[in-house]
């Protein structure tokens, strides 16, 4: 069975740093790309970042810059590191393997 859980969201400043990860359970890790994506209230879910199974990685240009995605493969887990947050990174985050999703992390940033 694959689940996904995301964590490390939270309300920030302007400016300010997060770090989110995604535990991400079951055999499917190794060889499948891991996708951060975001949906802010009132639009569509959108891709962040992505990180291949071999660790190529792809960022929205609306990121490019200031976030980084990784993989530990040794321990199944996901990070996304948020720099120099501005108000429209607002959001719920989820974590995407295949068909899989995670219930989402809220990511607040104030002005």
């Known amino acids: 069975q694959v689940q996904l859980v995301e964590s490390g969201g939270g309300l920030v400043q302007a400016g300010g740093s997060l770090r989110l990860s995604c535990a991400v359970s079951?055999?499917?890790?190794?060889?499948?790309?891991i996708t951060w994506y975001r949906q802010a209230p009132g639009k569509q879910r959108s891709l962040v970042a992505v990180i291949t199974s071999g660790g190529s990685t792809n960022y929205a240009d609306s990121v490019k810059g200031r976030f980084t995605i990784s993989r530990d493969n040794a321990k199944n887990m996901v990070y996304l590191q948020m720099n120099s947050l501005k108000p429209e990174d607002t959001g719920a985050y989820y974590c995407?393997?295949?068909?899989?999703w995670g219930q989402g992390t809220q990511v607040t940033v104030s002005s």
């Open positions: 079951g055999s499917i890790f190794r060889f499948n790309a």
């Open positions: 995407n393997c295949n068909s899989y």
